[in-house]
């Protein structure tokens, strides 16, 4: 079988999506088994360089965002389930920090699984 991979999936693991990054890893070991030939374009391989960068500054973004969107009017503070709903705002915002944090470091050190993986890909595909 041969496989060729669009950068619009690769870049795709690095934004929202539903897409799995195990369904990638599965054609890649397929291709480590030789069940199936991955072919890789050069100019592929040059897009998803050139654009990671934008597409992980798009989703930090809109996580970003995500923090910032549950803010609670005054007049609602005394409704029976403020508090509770405070403390998980709390809990959330620490979190989120939390992942940002972490995110940060490994998207600096281009050790997101999906980096590992597509790295991967691309000193082993066949290249055109």
Known sequence: MHIFVDTNILLSFFHFTSEDL???????VSHKKKAA????TDQVCNEFRRNREAKIADAISK????ASAAQIPNFMR???DFEALDEAGK??????AAILKAANEEIL???????RLIDLM???AKPH
């Open 22 to 28: 195990n369904s990638l890893n599965d054609v890649f």
């Open 37 to 40: 030939v991955l072919h890789l």
């Open 63 to 66: 996580f970003k965002s995500a």
């Open 78 to 80: 005394f409704l029976d």
């Open 91 to 96: 809990t959330f915002r620490k979190l989120h």
């Open 109 to 115: 050190g281009r050790t997101l699984p999906a980096d």
């Open 122 to 124: 691309f000193k082993r």
